[in-house]
């Protein structure tokens, strides 16, 4: 830990991050959080509040472990980048090259009430499923009477089932937030001949220290797993859904959802990608690849979740355009959150980063999420800029 002052922020005004998350707790739209910021690769802000259980009365801890659902995508993502700077595919290559079921798609239209397919106009690529301009499902077709086939226990079976399930535009004409980092999965254990698992393992959490980060969290360590909760009611305080938030062990490594991780990890991986692919000696990817993944390959096709002044890039999302965007960031910083509340967001200009754990099934009536940039931001007194990076136009500080 640093003091906020000597990484350019103030002590005082970093007390508006506990003061946000306390009103949230207080108010019983949280049961608790932890907050984490870093600047100029030191924390200067660690903070659990809370309760990691009410209904046990088990305080929340910065050590606890938190389901990251979505934030499991920019990992597997750097997994898939990792082999390809390793020569192994082009971004361009079609992903039938891997997945031959998938050459020579048809794409889902409604025409006149009626649904019909067409012939796809281009092969599904890298490039595509990588910034979600795929437009795959991981949906098997239903079988008799609608009813789904059985749902598959692996990812390579649950591709194998939705192969022949219609695009549901042409590759490249839209953005559709979805199935795509699925195939991105599929493809690191295409490339590597190694389960996702095994792969994440050797290759990125053991050799970042990231020792707390699982698809299948041991069983000694079940009791850090913070419980999720769920929003009730016109006033929607909380009550509990699940605890602890785990699962029977697994062998469906998905890209889309499924790790387990705590602040302390999550911050290593994303102090990594602030450094430019390296941390503490380790190098995962080139500044180069880093820049690649954070610039925009939406174009105009983006309808992004979070609303307009966005791009996407390879794993992330990207402020384009701070007077539109929700999040109080510099242009291109980069960010993504999952969908039981955690969020962590990269802010290269001012070399600074933010991690917010929470476990809540329905956020969208909260901007606390939205709420924590902007107060992490407002405690910078040195500020950093002419650091910009290069999604911008600026001068990459990579």
Known sequence: MASPEEVGMSSERLQRVSALMKRNIDDDLLAGTVSLIARHGKVAHLEAQGFAN?????????????????????????????????GHFRLDD?????????ADKSVRRTVGGRAVTEPAARPVTVRHVLSHQSGLSIRP????GGQRSERPTTLSEAVDAAADVPLAFHPGDEWQYGASTDYVAILVEKISGMSLDDYLRDRIF?????????????????????????????TNTIELFRAPAFREPTRYFSGQA??????????????????????DGVRLLSPRTVNLMISNHAGDNLVYVRGPGYGFGLGYGIVMDPGRA???????????????????????????LGILMMQITSYGHLSVRQDFSTVASQAIIETNR??????????SRY
């Not at 077709?141 to 008799?144: D, F, I, L, S, Y």
């Not at 290593?268 to 602030?274: E, G, N, P, S, T």
């Open 54 to 86: 009410e209904e046990a009365g088990v305080a929340m801890t910065p050590d606890n472990l938190f389901t990251i659902m979505s934030m499991t995508k920019p990992i597997v993502t750097v997994g898939l980048m990792m082999l390809y700077e390793e």
């Open 94 to 102: 079609p992903v039938s090259k891997w997945l031959p079921a998938y």
């Open 141 to 144: 077709p239903a079988g008799r």
């Open 206 to 234: 053991e050799p970042l220290g990231m020792l707390d980060t699982h698809y299948n969290i041991p069983e000694s360590k079940i009791d850090r797993v913070a419980a999720v909760y769920r929003p009730t009611g016109p």
């Open 258 to 279: 499924g790790l387990s991780s705590t602040a302390a990890d999550y911050f290593r991986f994303h102090q990594m990608m602030l450094n430019g692919g390296e941390l």
């Open 326 to 352: 929700t999040d109080h960031l510099s242009p291109g910083s980069f960010l993504w959150g999952g969908a039981w509340g955690t969020v962590a967001w990269v802010d290269p200009a001012e070399d600074m």
């Open 386 to 395: 002419h650091n910009a990076p290069a999604v911008m136009g600026y001068q």
